[in-house]
Protein backbone atom coordinates (compact mmCIF):
# COMPACT_ATOMS: atom_id res chain seq x y z
CA UNK A 1 0.00 0.00 0.00
CA UNK A 2 1.44 3.49 -0.64
CA UNK A 3 -0.26 6.51 0.68
CA UNK A 4 -4.17 6.16 0.32
CA UNK A 5 -4.15 3.47 -2.01
CA UNK A 6 -4.99 0.02 -0.36
CA UNK A 7 -4.16 -2.56 -3.17
CA UNK A 8 -4.28 -3.77 -6.58
CA UNK A 9 -7.34 -6.17 -5.60
CA UNK A 10 -9.52 -3.60 -3.74
CA UNK A 11 -9.21 -1.61 -6.81
CA UNK A 12 -9.81 -3.79 -8.98
CA UNK A 13 -13.07 -4.95 -7.32
CA UNK A 14 -13.89 -1.37 -7.06
CA UNK A 15 -13.70 -0.78 -10.26
CA UNK A 16 -14.52 -3.58 -12.79
CA UNK A 17 -18.14 -4.94 -13.23
CA UNK A 18 -17.95 -8.01 -11.77
CA UNK A 19 -18.19 -10.26 -15.06
CA UNK A 20 -14.85 -8.66 -16.10
CA UNK A 21 -13.82 -8.43 -12.85
CA UNK A 22 -13.70 -12.52 -12.32
CA UNK A 23 -11.90 -12.67 -16.05
CA UNK A 24 -9.25 -10.31 -15.02
CA UNK A 25 -8.68 -12.07 -11.89
CA UNK A 26 -8.40 -14.82 -13.65
CA UNK A 27 -5.70 -13.67 -16.05
CA UNK A 28 -3.98 -11.67 -13.11
CA UNK A 29 -4.08 -14.90 -10.35
CA UNK A 30 -4.23 -17.94 -12.52
CA UNK A 31 -7.04 -20.90 -11.30
CA UNK A 32 -9.39 -19.63 -8.55
CA UNK A 33 -8.59 -20.32 -4.76
CA UNK A 34 -10.88 -21.53 -2.54
CA UNK A 35 -11.88 -19.05 0.21
CA UNK A 36 -11.66 -21.21 3.48
CA UNK A 37 -13.65 -20.35 5.98
CA UNK A 38 -13.02 -20.46 10.11
CA UNK A 39 -15.34 -21.24 13.51
CA UNK A 40 -16.94 -18.98 15.00
CA UNK A 41 -14.26 -19.26 18.03
CA UNK A 42 -11.51 -18.51 15.62
CA UNK A 43 -13.51 -15.23 14.29
CA UNK A 44 -14.04 -13.75 17.54
CA UNK A 45 -10.33 -14.95 19.28
CA UNK A 46 -8.74 -12.97 16.64
CA UNK A 47 -11.31 -10.32 16.50
CA UNK A 48 -10.44 -9.75 20.31
CA UNK A 49 -6.70 -9.74 19.43
CA UNK A 50 -6.81 -7.50 17.27
CA UNK A 51 -5.70 -9.44 14.18
CA UNK A 52 -7.01 -10.55 10.99
CA UNK A 53 -7.38 -14.31 9.89
CA UNK A 54 -7.74 -15.49 5.79
CA UNK A 55 -7.02 -18.23 4.64
CA UNK A 56 -7.41 -20.25 1.13
CA UNK A 57 -7.34 -23.70 -0.67
CA UNK A 58 -5.44 -24.41 -4.01
CA UNK A 59 -7.01 -27.23 -5.71
CA UNK A 60 -5.35 -30.33 -7.43
CA UNK A 61 -6.52 -33.26 -9.62
CA UNK A 62 -7.40 -36.57 -6.67
CA UNK A 63 -5.31 -39.56 -7.49
CA UNK A 64 -6.65 -43.29 -7.40
CA UNK A 65 -3.24 -44.65 -6.24
CA UNK A 66 -2.21 -41.94 -3.76
CA UNK A 67 -4.00 -40.40 -0.84
CA UNK A 68 -4.25 -36.93 -1.30
CA UNK A 69 -1.45 -34.91 1.10
CA UNK A 70 -2.91 -31.66 2.60
CA UNK A 71 -0.57 -29.14 4.26
CA UNK A 72 -2.32 -26.33 5.70
CA UNK A 73 1.12 -23.55 5.66
CA UNK A 74 0.44 -20.61 8.07
CA UNK A 75 2.04 -16.63 6.98
CA UNK A 76 1.79 -14.16 9.83
CA UNK A 77 1.90 -10.62 8.75
CA UNK A 78 2.29 -8.45 11.79
CA UNK A 79 3.57 -4.68 12.93
CA UNK A 80 5.99 -3.98 15.79
CA UNK A 81 3.55 -3.45 18.95
CA UNK A 82 5.41 -0.69 20.34
CA UNK A 83 7.03 2.39 18.52
CA UNK A 84 10.88 2.35 18.36
CA UNK A 85 10.50 5.88 20.19
CA UNK A 86 8.26 4.44 22.98
CA UNK A 87 8.92 6.54 26.25
CA UNK A 88 10.85 3.64 28.13
CA UNK A 89 13.67 5.86 29.06
CA UNK A 90 16.16 3.16 29.47
CA UNK A 91 16.76 1.89 25.71
CA UNK A 92 17.33 -1.60 27.45
CA UNK A 93 13.93 -1.66 28.89
CA UNK A 94 12.71 -0.91 25.72
CA UNK A 95 14.24 -3.93 24.05
CA UNK A 96 12.76 -5.82 26.34
CA UNK A 97 9.16 -4.72 26.39
CA UNK A 98 9.52 -4.72 22.46
CA UNK A 99 10.47 -8.15 22.10
CA UNK A 100 8.37 -9.24 25.32
CA UNK A 101 5.12 -7.41 23.29
CA UNK A 102 6.47 -9.31 20.52
CA UNK A 103 6.39 -12.33 21.51
CA UNK A 104 3.04 -12.47 23.15
CA UNK A 105 1.53 -11.00 20.57
CA UNK A 106 2.78 -13.79 17.90
CA UNK A 107 1.95 -16.58 20.88
CA UNK A 108 -1.94 -15.53 20.70
CA UNK A 109 -1.68 -15.86 16.57
CA UNK A 110 0.10 -19.04 16.80
CA UNK A 111 -2.76 -20.06 19.32
CA UNK A 112 -5.41 -19.37 16.64
CA UNK A 113 -3.37 -20.41 13.35
CA UNK A 114 -3.60 -24.03 15.94
CA UNK A 115 -7.00 -23.94 15.94
CA UNK A 116 -7.02 -23.27 12.08
CA UNK A 117 -5.48 -26.69 11.61
CA UNK A 118 -1.61 -25.05 10.44
CA UNK A 119 0.56 -27.43 10.36
CA UNK A 120 3.84 -25.39 9.05
CA UNK A 121 4.04 -21.36 10.23
CA UNK A 122 6.45 -18.52 9.17
CA UNK A 123 6.98 -15.21 10.74
CA UNK A 124 8.64 -12.37 8.86
CA UNK A 125 12.23 -11.55 8.25
CA UNK A 126 13.36 -9.91 12.05
CA UNK A 127 10.26 -10.49 13.21
CA UNK A 128 11.78 -9.77 17.14
CA UNK A 129 12.29 -6.26 16.12
CA UNK A 130 11.54 -3.03 14.57
CA UNK A 131 13.34 -3.12 11.26
CA UNK A 132 16.34 -1.35 12.51
CA UNK A 133 19.00 -2.25 9.25
CA UNK A 134 18.12 0.79 7.51
CA UNK A 135 19.30 3.19 10.22
CA UNK A 136 22.92 1.79 10.34
CA UNK A 137 22.99 2.23 14.50
CA UNK A 138 24.55 -0.45 16.47
CA UNK A 139 22.35 0.28 19.51
CA UNK A 140 20.07 -0.30 20.75
CA UNK A 141 19.08 -2.71 18.03
CA UNK A 142 21.76 -5.32 18.03
CA UNK A 143 20.65 -5.88 21.57
CA UNK A 144 18.03 -7.76 19.82
CA UNK A 145 20.01 -10.30 18.75
CA UNK A 146 20.06 -13.77 20.33
CA UNK A 147 21.14 -17.53 20.07
CA UNK A 148 19.30 -19.45 17.51
CA UNK A 149 19.49 -22.44 19.57
CA UNK A 150 18.55 -21.81 22.74
CA UNK A 151 17.70 -18.10 22.46
CA UNK A 152 14.34 -17.02 24.40
CA UNK A 153 12.38 -16.72 21.06
CA UNK A 154 13.56 -20.30 20.09
CA UNK A 155 12.52 -21.68 23.74
CA UNK A 156 9.15 -19.98 23.42
CA UNK A 157 8.55 -21.41 19.72
CA UNK A 158 9.99 -24.63 20.72
CA UNK A 159 6.98 -25.09 23.05
CA UNK A 160 4.39 -23.67 21.10
CA UNK A 161 5.23 -26.05 18.21
CA UNK A 162 4.79 -28.91 20.41
CA UNK A 163 2.03 -27.99 21.70
CA UNK A 164 0.47 -27.73 18.50
CA UNK A 165 2.40 -30.43 16.76
CA UNK A 166 3.42 -27.74 13.70
CA UNK A 167 6.44 -26.68 12.43
CA UNK A 168 7.76 -23.16 13.01
CA UNK A 169 9.96 -21.31 10.78
CA UNK A 170 11.46 -18.41 13.19
CA UNK A 171 13.67 -15.56 10.98
CA UNK A 172 15.62 -13.79 14.04
CA UNK A 173 18.54 -11.38 14.37
CA UNK A 174 20.86 -13.81 15.28
CA UNK A 175 23.93 -14.18 17.74
CA UNK A 176 26.28 -16.30 17.44
CA UNK A 177 27.64 -17.09 20.65
CA UNK A 178 30.00 -19.82 20.14
CA UNK A 179 32.22 -17.83 17.14
CA UNK A 180 32.48 -14.14 18.62
CA UNK A 181 28.95 -13.28 18.51
CA UNK A 182 29.07 -12.83 14.88
CA UNK A 183 25.41 -11.66 13.75
CA UNK A 184 23.26 -13.06 11.08
CA UNK A 185 20.11 -12.50 9.62
CA UNK A 186 18.55 -16.31 10.37
CA UNK A 187 15.61 -18.31 10.07
CA UNK A 188 15.63 -21.07 13.00
CA UNK A 189 13.20 -24.01 11.62
CA UNK A 190 11.46 -26.07 14.41
CA UNK A 191 9.94 -29.13 14.01
CA UNK A 192 6.40 -30.33 15.26
CA UNK A 193 8.35 -32.03 18.01
CA UNK A 194 10.01 -29.08 19.43
CA UNK A 195 13.22 -30.00 18.32
CA UNK A 196 15.52 -27.22 16.59
CA UNK A 197 16.14 -28.59 12.81
CA UNK A 198 18.19 -26.40 12.13
CA UNK A 199 18.57 -22.96 10.45
CA UNK A 200 18.81 -21.30 7.34
CA UNK A 201 20.55 -17.99 6.64
CA UNK A 202 20.48 -14.84 4.91
CA UNK A 203 22.28 -15.31 1.56
CA UNK A 204 21.87 -12.18 -0.44
CA UNK A 205 22.65 -8.64 1.83
CA UNK A 206 21.29 -5.89 0.37
CA UNK A 207 23.46 -3.43 -0.52
CA UNK A 208 21.56 -0.65 -2.28
CA UNK A 209 23.48 2.85 -1.68
CA UNK A 210 23.13 3.81 1.89
CA UNK A 211 20.53 1.10 2.36
CA UNK A 212 23.29 -1.41 3.40
CA UNK A 213 22.58 -4.46 5.48
CA UNK A 214 26.07 -5.46 5.69
CA UNK A 215 26.76 -2.60 8.41
CA UNK A 216 25.15 -6.17 10.27
CA UNK A 217 25.48 -9.33 9.02
CA UNK A 218 27.39 -10.49 5.96
CA UNK A 219 25.90 -13.19 3.22
CA UNK A 220 25.06 -16.59 5.53
CA UNK A 221 27.29 -19.65 5.24
CA UNK A 222 24.75 -22.49 5.26
CA UNK A 223 23.86 -22.92 1.29
CA UNK A 224 20.64 -23.40 0.14
CA UNK A 225 19.25 -26.06 2.77
CA UNK A 226 16.15 -28.19 2.70
CA UNK A 227 14.96 -29.20 6.22
CA UNK A 228 12.59 -32.35 5.76
CA UNK A 229 9.88 -31.96 8.18
CA UNK A 230 7.14 -34.14 8.77
CA UNK A 231 4.58 -32.23 6.23
CA UNK A 232 7.26 -31.62 3.79
CA UNK A 233 10.53 -30.31 2.55
CA UNK A 234 10.88 -26.49 3.04
CA UNK A 235 13.90 -24.28 2.34
CA UNK A 236 13.77 -20.53 3.31
CA UNK A 237 14.54 -17.94 0.92
CA UNK A 238 15.41 -14.54 3.20
CA UNK A 239 14.09 -11.41 1.84
CA UNK A 240 16.70 -9.67 -0.87
CA UNK A 241 17.58 -13.40 -2.19
CA UNK A 242 13.70 -13.30 -3.69
CA UNK A 243 15.81 -10.87 -6.10
CA UNK A 244 17.95 -13.70 -7.71
CA UNK A 245 16.19 -16.37 -9.80
CA UNK A 246 19.36 -18.88 -8.66
CA UNK A 247 18.87 -18.54 -5.40
CA UNK A 248 14.80 -19.88 -5.86
CA UNK A 249 16.64 -22.56 -8.11
CA UNK A 250 18.82 -24.12 -5.84
CA UNK A 251 16.42 -24.57 -2.81
CA UNK A 252 14.03 -26.68 -5.86
CA UNK A 253 17.63 -28.32 -6.76
CA UNK A 254 17.74 -29.19 -3.18
CA UNK A 255 14.27 -30.83 -3.19
CA UNK A 256 12.18 -28.17 -1.70
CA UNK A 257 8.50 -29.01 -1.70
CA UNK A 258 7.45 -25.38 -0.58
CA UNK A 259 10.18 -22.15 0.12
CA UNK A 260 9.24 -19.37 2.35
CA UNK A 261 10.56 -16.16 1.73
CA UNK A 262 10.24 -14.04 5.01
CA UNK A 263 10.68 -10.65 4.37
CA UNK A 264 10.72 -6.81 5.67
CA UNK A 265 10.20 -4.39 2.24
CA UNK A 266 8.82 -0.89 1.39
CA UNK A 267 7.08 0.39 -2.06
CA UNK A 268 10.26 1.98 -2.95
CA UNK A 269 12.17 -0.79 -3.19
CA UNK A 270 10.10 -3.39 -4.20
CA UNK A 271 6.74 -3.34 -4.51
CA UNK A 272 6.10 -3.45 -8.24
CA UNK A 273 8.57 -6.58 -7.91
CA UNK A 274 6.73 -8.36 -5.12
CA UNK A 275 3.77 -10.14 -6.66
CA UNK A 276 5.89 -11.10 -9.46
CA UNK A 277 9.33 -12.69 -7.81
CA UNK A 278 7.85 -15.41 -5.46
CA UNK A 279 4.94 -16.53 -8.10
CA UNK A 280 7.55 -17.10 -10.86
CA UNK A 281 9.23 -18.82 -8.29
CA UNK A 282 6.67 -21.08 -7.83
CA UNK A 283 5.67 -21.73 -11.59
CA UNK A 284 10.02 -21.99 -12.95
CA UNK A 285 10.73 -24.72 -10.02
CA UNK A 286 7.43 -26.17 -9.59
CA UNK A 287 6.82 -25.66 -5.61
CA UNK A 288 4.71 -23.44 -3.83
CA UNK A 289 5.94 -20.38 -2.49
CA UNK A 290 4.99 -18.30 0.45
CA UNK A 291 5.99 -14.61 0.13
CA UNK A 292 5.59 -12.99 3.79
CA UNK A 293 6.21 -8.77 4.86
CA UNK A 294 6.16 -7.11 7.43
CA UNK A 295 3.03 -4.24 8.08
CA UNK A 296 3.30 -0.31 9.48
CA UNK A 297 5.42 2.26 9.28
CA UNK A 298 8.05 2.11 11.97
CA UNK A 299 9.78 5.57 13.38
CA UNK A 300 13.06 5.73 14.64
CA UNK A 301 14.53 8.43 17.21
CA UNK A 302 17.40 9.28 14.67
CA UNK A 303 17.15 10.30 11.09
CA UNK A 304 18.78 7.98 8.67
CA UNK A 305 19.01 8.32 4.49
CA UNK A 306 18.14 5.61 2.72
CA UNK A 307 18.65 5.10 -0.63
CA UNK A 308 15.65 6.71 -1.68
CA UNK A 309 17.38 9.81 -2.70
CA UNK A 310 15.13 11.96 -0.14
CA UNK A 311 16.86 14.16 2.94
CA UNK A 312 17.62 12.11 6.14
CA UNK A 313 14.30 11.11 8.14
CA UNK A 314 13.16 9.06 10.57
CA UNK A 315 10.93 6.03 8.71
CA UNK A 316 12.62 3.18 6.20
CA UNK A 317 8.98 4.03 3.98
CA UNK A 318 6.05 2.04 4.62
CA UNK A 319 6.14 -2.16 5.08
CA UNK A 320 2.66 -3.04 2.43
CA UNK A 321 2.27 -6.24 3.28
CA UNK A 322 0.81 -8.22 0.72
CA UNK A 323 1.54 -12.10 1.61
CA UNK A 324 0.45 -14.43 -0.46
CA UNK A 325 1.31 -18.18 -1.37
CA UNK A 326 1.54 -18.84 -4.64
CA UNK A 327 1.62 -22.77 -6.38
CA UNK A 328 3.36 -24.29 -9.38
CA UNK A 329 0.57 -23.97 -11.68
CA UNK A 330 1.07 -20.13 -11.15
CA UNK A 331 -2.30 -19.63 -8.97
CA UNK A 332 -1.66 -17.62 -6.34
CA UNK A 333 -4.10 -16.37 -3.07
CA UNK A 334 -5.43 -12.38 -3.43
CA UNK A 335 -3.84 -9.69 -1.00
CA UNK A 336 -6.55 -9.08 1.14
CA UNK A 337 -5.16 -7.75 4.41
CA UNK A 338 -2.25 -5.11 4.74
N1 LIG B 1 15.30 -6.92 4.19
C1 LIG B 1 15.65 -6.82 2.93
O1 LIG B 1 16.38 -7.64 2.41
N2 LIG B 1 15.16 -5.76 2.27
C2 LIG B 1 15.43 -5.53 0.93
C3 LIG B 1 14.34 -4.81 0.32
C4 LIG B 1 13.94 -5.45 -0.97
O2 LIG B 1 14.70 -5.39 -1.94
O3 LIG B 1 12.89 -6.03 -1.00
Known sequence: MSGEFESVDKSLKKHLPPSEYAEVRRILYGNEVSKLEF?????????????????????????????????RVGAIQNKIVLPTTAPVVEQTFYIVFQAAALRQRISDIIDTAAKCGVNIICLQEAWTMPFAFCTREKHPWCQFAESAEDGPTTKLLQELAKKYNMVIISPILERDGNHGDILWNTSVVISNTGTVLGISRKNHIPRTGDFNESTYYMEGNTGHKVFQTQYGKIGINICYGRHHPQNWLMYGVNGAEIVFNPSATVGALSEPMWCIEARNAAIANSYFTCAINRVGTELFPNEFTSADGKPAHKDFGHFYGSSYVAAPDGSRTPTEIF
Open 39 to 71: SSEVQSEAEQKDFEVQGYGFSALKEEERPARIV
